[in-house]
């Protein structure tokens, strides 16, 4: 899992800012994912991408959006309609039907 | 959709001993049942994983059992250490995708 990186370590939204969150990944995996994880819990589904140009919603896609334009890529918005965006936010990556590797996770913190 | 449920949810043994985590889920089509180890602040790892048409699997110290008929799987560790104290999340999926997690064991393991 060194090949997939997520930036910023932290990052801090104002209310009502949209911020948009990086993962890249250089390890030719054709499937991203994007999982939220809040204080002693377990990790929820944002969304995932399995092939460029498309993603599906996750259990929690409210308040949050995606691109995939690039097989590498596949930044996080989280817009101003995610009401309770403090959490850490991890991204993963692998080849279909195999093992996901995440990365380092981004935390995010309302100012 | 796929529900999974983990016990317990803290686990306290001392180093030598074995540790034991279980995890039932719901939906009998899933196939890829991963583990993971989560120290503070860090990325989740995976430690093992199992697929449906295996019942057990072990590498070293760790070891998964699966039982399809009653949906539930387990994670053995076996003469603990202190580095194993960390957060173990089991998760369920359809070939990789559409993963669920459950909620997280807290090991400690005492010296």
């Known amino acids: 899992d060194g090949g997939i990186t997520q930036s910023p370590k932290y990052l801090f939204r104002k209310e009502g800012q949209n911020v948009t969150l990086s993962c890249e990944q250089n390890l030719n995996h054709d499937a991203m994912y994007w999982y939220r994880q809040d204080p002693g819990q377990g990790l929820r589904l944002i969304y995932y991408?399995?092939?460029?140009?498309?993603?599906q919603k996750g259990d929690i896609a409210e308040g949050y959006s995606v691109s995939r334009e690039k097989k590498e890529s596949f930044p996080l918005t989280v817009t101003s309609a995610q009401k309770n965006p403090t959490a850490f936010y991890l991204c993963?990556?692998?080849?279909?039907?195999?093992?996901?590797?995440f990365g380092p996770g981004t935390r995010l913190l309302v100012l | 959709g796929e529900n999974v449920e983990q016990h317990p949810s803290t686990l306290s043994v001392q180093e030598g001993d074995s540790a034991v985590i279980k995890c039932t889920y719901s939906?009998?089509?899933?196939?890829?049942f991963p583990w993971y180890k989560q120290e503070l602040g860090k990325r989740p790892q995976l430690i093992i994983d199992i697929r449906s048409n295996v019942g057990e699997k072990k590498d070293q110290r760790i070891a998964v059992t699966l039982n399809k008929t009653a949906k539930h799987f387990s994670l053995h560790i076996t003469e603990t250490q202190p580095e194993d104290s960390a957060v173990y999340f089991c998760a369920a999926s359809l070939y990789n995708n559409d993963m669920r997690f459950g909620a997280g064991t807290r090991l400690t393991v005492k010296p």
């Open positions: 993963a990556s692998s080849i279909l039907g195999e093992t996901q590797y």
């Open positions: 991408s399995q092939i460029v140009n498309d993603f």
């Open positions: 939906d009998s089509a899933s196939n890829y």
